[in-house]
């Protein structure tokens, strides 16, 4: 029994990483109906920014975590302005190919300034344990449950109650229609890449004391991140993260239960299942087109 | 500039539309049957691996330009092809036999991945296929008693109706030439056929294609396994090739390698599966080559514009140090996707037909004619 607690605790704090990183894949597809095949690049790269506040330049762990985010944040608007901007409206299919391009370049980038070996970055709650009995909870995996449940409440809030939110989702239904409403939005969309480049970097920085920051991070984590994602039906932000959440754990149980190899597969099997089953996800509502 | 004046169907669909078409595929082909005799073993190797490219591209136009169904797990079903040959080689099982074995399996499970897909669409279809990559890599790893797990597999030298047929070999270059140049002229009868047009119109409007009498479940999966089968072919001799085959180089990268074959070379012809396969297998020698040269040739240039030696030494040394940085090759790779997406969407072969039109409509060339149109208000969640 306490077997299954502690890998359930630690199936949830891997699993909300997953599900930050589906977020970003969310936000960006809630805005633009684009996949952004290299979230878990961002992410990577958020990690690794980080990193050279904390760890090089010695900043206070807070200060550098806001400049990551900040600078990961002007990035995205970087990238949606040279990468995306001038194909959007074309088919999804080149979107998907840029995307994926840009992610092979910022993980050979990255591979190339920083090296290729293991980072770590000195956080707060890196060491110390909490005890309830005699569950042994670990602070590390403790702050990422917590970040992930905050981000996700302000981004709900944001996305359904503010006016910012109502003009991204009225893009992401129709482009040309919100364009004709005065949305601008070229604005729009920069701002969506922001924001995923931020909650990108978020999750890089809570995974730093967890899997250490390496150039190949990304794309490890970013494939399992589908999962959660299609899971939780693309485009539902409670259920990216809910996705993300049921994915690390029946990684972690099956790892745990079932023979080698089975880990790695799990989650795959489960995006089959669920592509077959009901696609449109846990949380996704299926719109049928009247003609 | 040529006109050509068609009278009837016949005439439309004709394989080579004039005689200027025999000239020139005539001397292609020429050049090709002379080449293992002129190149070195070196380009005569690349050479195969351009043809095994170009037939897994032809595949992949199949399915993805010009039935739009994406795929980004065709590792998978080369691997499958290169397996099932290799476990059957175990068993001297001539290569004929195993040869098409391989195909027929791949194009089973192909179609088996087809009737899953059959629901999906767009950005579904691509999470999709790379799933069923990533597991069957897994498997591969996982199932030791037919695939030897992560230590690989070794595979016998091609034996040809009782020859020997080593792999560095012309008679093995003939051999993927002709597979490649069979693919080719059957995906070209194919797509002339009510199968080819039917194809089309699924990529072009499924509701469409539904409400002119195609049956769209059908056709997809058709293509899904032809274009499989092709991909088992193509992983035998890719097997062959190698000489020796592991689970670690099937991975999904490879998969996006095949992409950007088609990417790159134009989604909308068959010689774009070609000219693609050319540009990717010929990039990497093309960049060790400039890596080796590069430096000395920055540091000579710097000496013509009067930099002094010890100048022109320290360009020499950052200039190499820069190239044989780890992972440059990754981000010229990075670059060159982004910059073809952006700016050539029609690839290489779309790059040439433009050029020729200029010439042809010289001094009339409108930029406009290949312009793409866009379309902001697709949602894929309304459709």
């Known amino acids: 029994m306490l077997d299954f607690v502690q890998q359930l605790v630690s199936g949830v704090a891997l699993g909300c990483v997953y599900g930050l990183i589906a977020l970003g894949f969310v936000l960006v597809y809630k805005a633009t109906e684009v996949v952004n095949f290299a979230q878990g690049d961002l992410m990577m790269l958020g990690g690794f920014f980080a990193f050279t506040f904390i760890g090089m330049m010695g900043l206070n762990y807070w200060i550098g975590f806001a400049g990551a985010v900040a600078a990961m944040a002007l990035f995205g608007m970087l990238a949606e302005r040279v990468v995306v901007r001038p194909i959007l409206g074309y088919p999804q299919f080149s979107i998907i190919m840029a995307t994926i391009g840009l992610g092979y370049f910022l993980r050979s980038v990255a591979g190339m300034i920083w090296g290729t070996d293991d980072l770590k970055i000195e956080t707060p709650f890196s060491q110390g344990v909490l005890r309830i009995g005699s569950l042994v909870l670990a602070y590390d995996k403790l702050s990422v449950i917590a970040a992930t449940m905050i981000l996700c409440t302000l981004l709900y809030l944001f996305f359904n109650k503010t006016t910012l939110g109502t003009a991204m989702r009225a893009s992401s239904e129709n482009m040309l229609a919100a364009y004709y409403m005065g949305i601008p939005v070229k604005r729009v969309v920069s701002i969506v890449w922001a924001i995923s480049a931020a909650v990108a970097t978020c999750a890089g920085v809570l995974l730093a004391p967890i899997t250490f920051i390496h150039s190949n991070v990304g794309l490890v984590l970013g494939l399992k991140a589908f999962p959660a994602a299609v899971l939780g039906g693309f485009g539902s932000i409670p259920g990216a993260v809910v996705g993300g959440v049921l994915i690390g754990v029946i990684e972690s149980m099956a790892g745990f239960y079932l023979p080698e190899g089975w880990k790695d597969v799990a989650p795959y099997l489960v995006l089959l299942a669920v592509l077959l089953l009901k696609p449109e996800g846990l949380f996704g509502h299926h719109v049928r087109k009247k003609v | 500039m040529r006109f050509l004046f068609k009278t009837d169907y016949e005439d439309d669909i004709k394989l080579f539309p004039h005689s200027g078409y025999y000239v020139s595929y005539g001397v292609l082909l020429a050049l090709l049957v002379i080449a293992p005799f002129v190149l070195s073993s070196y380009l005569m190797s690349q050479l195969v691996f351009v043809c095994i490219y170009a037939t897994v591209g032809v595949a992949l136009l199949i399915l993805t330009g010009f039935t739009g169904q994406a795929s980004l797990g065709h590792a998978a079903f080369l691997a499958i092809g290169a397996y099932t040959a290799a476990y059957l080689q175990k068993y001297n099982v001539p290569f004929p036999v195993y040869f098409l074995a391989a195909g027929g399996l791949t194009g089973i499970i192909g179609a088996m991945v087809g009737f899953p897909a059959l629901r999906l669409t767009g950005i579904y279809l691509v999470i999709a296929t790379i799933s069923f990559a990533l597991i069957v890599e897994e498997i591969l790893a996982r199932w030791e008693s037919v695939t030897n797990g992560n230590e690989g597999m070794r ?214 004619t290949f312009k793409r149109q866009k379309i902001y208000v697709k949602s894929e969640r309304n459709r």
């Open chain 2, 155 to 368: 595979v016998k030298t091609l034996s040809l109706l009782g020859v020997t047929v080593p792999r560095d070999s012309p008679t093995f270059y003939f051999l993927c030439l002709a597979v490649l140049v069979l693919t080719i002229v059957g995906t070209l009868n194919l797509l002339r056929s009510p199968t080819g047009r039917a194809f089309v119109a699924i990529r072009d409007s499924e509701t469409a294609a539904r409400s002119m009498g195609v049956n769209v479940a059908l056709y997809k999966v058709k293509s899904f396994a032809i274009s499989a089968a092709i991909t088992g072919f193509a992983g035998v001799l890719f097997a062959h090739k190698l000489s020796f085959i592991s689970p670690e180089m099937f991975t999904l990268q490879l998969s996006i390698e095949f992409i950007i074959v088609i990417l790159i070379g134009g989604t909308f012809s068959l010689h774009g599966a070609v000219l693609g396969a050319i540009f990717i297998v010929m990039i990497d020698p093309f960049l060790t080559y400039l890596k080796d040269d590069m430096p000395g040739m920055i540091a000579g240039v710097a000496a013509t514009f009067g930099a002094g030696p010890a100048t022109a030494g320290n360009i020499k040394s950052t200039v190499a140090a820069f190239a044989s940085l780890n992972g440059l090759k990754g981000a010229i790779y990075g670059i060159i996707i982004v910059l073809f997406v952006l700016f050539e969407p029609l690839g290489l072969y779309g790059r040439w037909l433009k050029i020729k039109l200029f010439f042809q409509l010289f001094p009339l060339y409108k930029r406009a």
